[in-house]
């Protein structure tokens, strides 16, 4: 299984004061995407090829909500969707049984992104990720994350 997990930053706090290499810590959580998608750090390359997720307003105040916007997206199937969920959450296909413990607190089908306008949140304070969860490049009906989007609610 080829997988990256990414811990929130209380937890980096916790492995670095109790000793672990911060060069580790860091690399734990390098690799998503910033609020207007200009990337943080390289982590597993994600399948997509080109593909931007776009939020308008890129960060949050709480109670505020974001447009979202899909880029340069190929024709998605029926069961391509954008995810929200906590940053730090596994690189996993929610809807199988090793992902089945991440919370989801968003999904749009990918077919409703292209075609309307799609506005998430509100959420609480904290960090999330937008993910573009897509079947399209394999021939095995995975979903696999294509593209994703970090954003925060301050």
């Not at 105040?61 to 929200?84: H, K, Y």
Request: glycine content about 12%; charged content about 15%; proline content about 8%.
């Amino acid at each position: 299984m080829n997988f990256r997990w990414r811990l929130p930053l209380v937890m980096m706090a916790g492995l670095v004061a109790a000793g672990a290499a911060p060069s580790l810590v860091l690399a734990q959580v390098a690799g998503t995407t910033g609020g207007g998608g200009q990337a943080a750090g390289p982590v597993k390359k994600d399948v997509g090829e080109g593909e931007t997720i776009t939020l308008t307003p890129p960060n949050l105040r709480v109670g505020e909500t974001a447009q979202v916007s899909c880029n340069n997206f190929p024709r998605p199937t029926s069961a391509d969707e954008l995810i929200v969920v906590p940053a730090g959450s596994p690189d996993l296909d929610p809807g199988t049984p090793q992902g089945a413990g991440i919370r989801v607190l968003v999904r749009i089908y990918a077919l409703n992104c292209t075609a309307y306008v799609n506005r998430i949140g509100p959420f609480a304070p904290g960090a999330y990720e937008i993910r573009d969860m897509t079947t399209l490049y394999n021939n095995d009906n995975r979903r696999e994350i294509a593209t994703r989007t970090a954003f925060s609610v301050h």
